[in-house]
């Protein structure tokens, strides 16, 4: 039978559905996005758009695909399980037994009855996957923990994902090692509180000390790591270790400290600020990107001037903006909310703002040599990132997997452009 797979959302899920592939593809089932006999949509719940988005899909296969087997899995679907009963769905998972797809289908392939399961319960055990290599992508995602106990009043993720767990850590090793020894250069390790990371007694710096030794991997990079875990182990792990990725994702969300206290974050902005000049005293040139919601209900306009002020002063590398959403069941959603308009035009700032930023940071490396681990092909280029995260677009046809020195040449409309001076495979041993 041949199946499709549509992804909404984060790295997790992108980790997750190559998983659910992997497996398929190993029981005898062929990948076909045309004219698939099995659908599985993997949905979010981040925001409201998120969870239309999520929807939207689901009717639309069951429109265009009538007699194929729909399944519906993640967290749109386990926070809102009765809007999803009735949509025609065969298979409604929430955020568990993703991991048992194979024979959850071929159940159903066996019997036609439809079949839901949910839990409740936020204290769960880590529900394991294993991939041996992406298809989807050249740098390889490894999950190695899950569920949040932070509960932000602003987010539905603690509710929909469970209590925090982590990946045993020998298997997480032997999992890079596989990834490793199938061609992948690069891993991105990801989880929905990553920095929480805690598996026999190591932490996340030891797993990322004990990753670095494997054979082939350049780099290791965190999708996304609170301020308030860069504590004083990882910045000397940063210090020693040029595989970790000279980049770092961290979620800042507000630069007023009035609204991060009702957004119940774990720091004020001066600690933000300390913790930041730690990293650059380390990693002058390091790229530091972040996550900012606009337009959260304690957010006046003078705490929104705060907001940008700091991140002028911060100095990010990029901002990813998200509006404000309202999530019913979180604490924010009962507090007086802002008008749309004010969190569109907010919005509208902050991004102009990422793009200023973004191509202040661009423009240090033109005329610098560095290596570009080359990912796709984009129309006549060759495209892939530096350690720091810049997106290099190289004229041709490259192969994709390598490592080459490029040369940053120009930046145009936030593209950064460069050429091949190298190939250095053969000089890293890989």
Do not use: W
Request: hydrophobic content about 35%; proline content about 2%; some cysteine.
């Amino acid at each position: 039978m041949k199946f499709n797979i549509i992804t909404l959302g984060c790295k997790v899920n992108a980790y997750e559905s190559e998983f659910m592939l992997e497996n398929l593809l190993r029981s005898g089932y062929f990948f076909d996005k045309e004219n698939p006999d099995i659908i599985i949509i993997n949905t979010c719940s981040v925001t409201n758009m998120a969870d239309r988005k999520s929807r939207k899909l689901v009717h639309k296969a069951r429109r265009e695909h009538e007699k194929a087997i729909l399944v519906v899995v993640g967290c749109s679907t386990q926070n809102h399980e009765e809007d999803y009963q009735n949509m025609g769905i065969d298979i409604l998972l929430g955020n568990r037994e993703k991991s048992k797809i194979v024979s959850i289908l071929e159940e159903y392939i066996h019997n036609h009855k439809p079949y839901t399961y949910f839990t409740k319960e936020r204290s769960l055990d880590f529900e394991d996957m294993q991939v041996e290599e992406f298809t989807t992508h050249t740098r390889a995602f490894v999950k190695v923990q899950d569920g949040c106990d932070n509960f932000c009043s602003y987010c539905i993720i603690p509710y929909v994902r469970g209590s925090i767990r982590s990946k045993d850590f020998n298997q997480a090793i032997e999992e890079v090692k596989t990834l490793a020894s199938h061609g992948h250069k690069e891993v991105v390790l990801t989880g929905i509180h990553t920095g929480s990371y805690s598996s026999n007694g190591h932490d996340l710096s030891d797993l990322i000390e004990e990753m670095a030794k494997i054979e082939g991997l350049i780099r290791i990079r965190i999708s996304s790591i609170e301020i308030t875990e860069l504590n004083d182990k990882f910045l000397n792990l940063l210090k020693k270790e040029p595989k970790i990725a000279n980049h770092l994702h961290i979620p800042l969300q507000s630069g007023s400290d009035t609204v991060l206290k009702r957004m119940n974050r774990k720091y004020d902005t001066n600690y933000f600020r300390e913790k930041i000049a730690k990293i650059r005293a380390i990693r002058p040139d390091i790229s530091i990107t972040t996550d900012c919601i606009v337009g959260h209900p304690y957010e006046t306009e003078e705490c929104f001037l705060e907001y940008v002020a700091f991140c002028h002063e911060i100095h990010f590398s990029k901002l990813h903006v998200f509006p404000y959403s309202i999530r019913t069941g979180t604490a924010s959603a009962s507090m007086p909310q802002i008008d749309d308009k004010i969190k569109k035009e907010r919005t509208h700032l902050l991004l102009e703002l990422s793009s200023k930023l973004e191509e202040e940071y661009d423009k240090k490396f033109i005329g610098s040599t560095m290596d570009v681990i080359t990912e796709e092909y984009e129309g006549e280029y060759t495209v892939g990132f530096t350690s720091n995260y810049i997106k290099v677009y190289l004229k041709g046809e490259y192969k994709l997997n390598q490592v080459y020195a490029c040369k940053l040449e120009h930046v145009e409309n936030l593209r950064v452009y460069g050429s091949v001076i190298s190939c250095l495979n053969e000089e890293i041993n890989v």
